[in-house]
């Protein structure tokens, strides 16, 4: 499995951006479109932290607390693509920004629950 996340940039607080993550090849014999699908997001010197997921189906997601009612996570097995949709964003929202494919059909704010990873995209968000 491999994936591209792209979408990132410079944009200052109170603004938007919609990150992508594009996946291909299959996961244990199926599509990834069968997993549950995460973002995380790394800042410099902090731990990698869960930011979003989502259920195989899509419909079940989840988010951190620092980003409920801002970000949006959504995904589309047909296009073997999952969005998030980043709003009103603070200084805070800056990292690198990592889509994960889950063990399961579920997603886990646990990022030891996810197998397979993109190269991250960077968001900065300035004041």
């Known amino acids: 499995v491999q994936l591209q996340a792209s979408g990132g940039g410079l944009v200052q607080a109170g603004g938007s951006l919609r990150l992508s993550c594009a996946g291909s090849g299959r996961s244990s014999g199926r599509s990834f479109s069968n997993n549950g699908m995460g973002w995380f997001r790394q800042a410099p010197r902090k731990e990698r932290e869960f930011v979003a997921g989502?259920?195989?189906?899509?419909?079940?997601?989840d988010y951190a607390d620092s980003v409920k009612g801002r970000f949006t996570i959504s995904r589309d097995n047909a296009k073997n693509t999952v969005d998030l949709q980043m709003n009103s964003l603070k200084p805070e929202d800056t990292a690198v920004y990592y889509c994960?494919?889950?063990?399961?059909?579920?997603?886990?704010?646990?990022?030891?629950?996810?197998?397979?990873w993109g190269q991250g995209t960077q968001v900065t968000v300035s004041s």
């Open positions: 989502i259920n195989w189906r899509g419909g079940s997601t």
């Open positions: 994960a494919v889950a063990l399961s059909s579920f997603a886990s704010r646990d990022r030891e629950r996810y197998r397979y």
